[in-house]
């Protein structure tokens, strides 16, 4: 049977250098260059289902894994994909079960990721969404610390007065107006345990 020749294609992180000589059981086998400049011998049919794509390296380009210790960069990028893609994760119903999704550049690109965002400034700083009601993007997202993202999700909340039929655009701006205590009444609200006002997100 000839042995189609692979030499120089490219399947994904793996160039193909040369044949491997001889041939076992029929398979043909190449030695391939992974992006990574390491190296791995492949058989044909590895290659062409795409079951082979890298030498194993797995990210370790960019330097953010080691094993299975990972940098807080690349544990923001794993946890943000899990509650969006995955049902079974516990947050899921409040983010891809809502739409809010990863966009596909960041998707399946950790690097694109990580160069989009750079390394968090703190330890304090995770990952937020500028619009609560969009989703995981380079355009959306920023590294903010909790007292920031319980800024943006307040102000993005709108909270209306049953007595009144008054819509307020924040809760901010709803505690100003009735001069109430921001936390008691963002408390009271989120449990719904004020009569007079609801959110509405």
Same mark, same amino acid.
């Given at each position: /049977? ?9 399947? $994904? ?5 040369? +044949? ?22 492949? +058989? ?18 960019? $330097? ?15 946890? /943000? ?15 891809? $079960? ?8 960041? @998707?399946?690109? !950790? ?37 920031? +993202?319980?800024?943006? +999700?307040?102000?993005?909340? /709108?909270? @209306?007065?049953?007595?009144? $039929?008054? !819509? ?16 008691? !009444? ?10 007079? !006002?609801?959110?509405?997100?």
């Amino acid at each position: /049977m000839k042995v189609i020749d692979l030499k120089g294609k490219k399947f $994904g992180k793996l160039t193909v250098i040369e +044949q491997l000589l001889p041939k076992e059981k029929g398979y043909a086998k190449w030695i391939c260059k992974c992006d990574c400049g390491g190296e791995k011998t492949v +058989q044909s049919g590895h290659l062409k289902k795409g079951d082979v794509k890298s030498c194993g390296c797995a990210n370790v380009t960019h $330097g953010h894994t080691r094993g299975r210790i990972y940098t807080a960069e690349y544990n923001t990028w794993i946890s /943000m994909k899990d509650r969006c893609c995955n049902p079974k994760n516990k947050r899921y119903d409040r983010y891809g $079960g809502r739409g809010i999704t990863v966009s596909n550049e960041w @998707l399946n690109n !950790f690097d694109v990721f990580y160069k989009d965002m750079g390394d968090k400034p703190t330890p304090k700083h995770s990952i937020d969404r500028i619009n609560n009601d969009k989703g995981y993007c380079k355009e959306n997202c920023k590294w903010a610390t909790d007292k920031e +993202q319980a800024r943006n +999700q307040s102000s993005n909340v /709108m909270v @209306l007065n049953l007595n009144t $039929g008054i !819509f307020f655009s924040s809760i901010n701006e709803t505690v100003e107006a009735h001069n109430l205590n921001k936390n008691v !009444f963002n408390g009271k609200l989120a449990r719904g345990k004020i009569k007079d !006002f609801i959110k509405i997100i």
